[in-house]
């Protein structure tokens, strides 16, 4: 029987400390092999927090399934800075409708969206709670744009 470990770990790095080292360490698994399997899977997300699930299934058979990084680290990342302001009016970046859409398509497996344009939507009011602007506006006033059509011609082109 396979035992899974999920965990989420820094992208690119890994350690065999918590919370990979004590999970994996009663499986028996050589834990150095995993830590460096997840590295080089996740190196191209440096940095990032990174969810991983980890399918134990004998002392020296694994396998490493990598999940997206949470929405937020994703526009975090585009924008350039460490943390959201925490205060919708307080602004700390400002990211372009084409680096949304580039987010929204990332996560489109894991959102509840039926197309693109919705999943532009949600990650649009991700944004408004970190407190990125986008192309200069508030998410309430991309919302706005969204619903009243001014963005779609950018849909049409992903199709």
């Avoid at 820094?10 to 150095?32: E, I, Q, R, W």
């Avoid at 192309?135 to 011609?153: F, I, M, P, R, W």
């Amino acid at each position: 029987m396979a035992n899974v470990v999920e965990a989420l770990v820094s992208g690119g790095k890994a350690t065999a400390g918590p919370p990979l080292g004590p999970a994996l360490g009663p499986l028996g698994v050589n834990v150095a092999a995993v830590v460096a399997k997840i590295n080089e899977l996740t190196k191209d997300l440096n940095g990032m927090q990174v969810p991983v699930k980890i399918i134990v299934k004998s002392r020296t058979e694994f396998e490493i399934e990598v999940g997206t990084p949470p929405t937020s680290a994703l526009l975090l990342k585009e924008a350039g800075v460490e943390k959201g302001s925490g205060d919708k009016k307080n602004f700390v970046g400002d990211i372009s409708m084409d680096q949304v859409i580039k987010v929204a398509e990332i996560k489109r497996k894991n959102l509840l969206s039926s197309n693109l344009k919705s999943a532009v939507s949600e990650i649009v009011g991700t944004c408004g709670t970190l407190g990125i602007k986008i192309d200069g506006l508030t998410s309430k006033e991309v919302q706005k744009a969204l619903a009243s059509g001014s963005y779609d011609h950018l849909f049409e082109a992903k199709s």
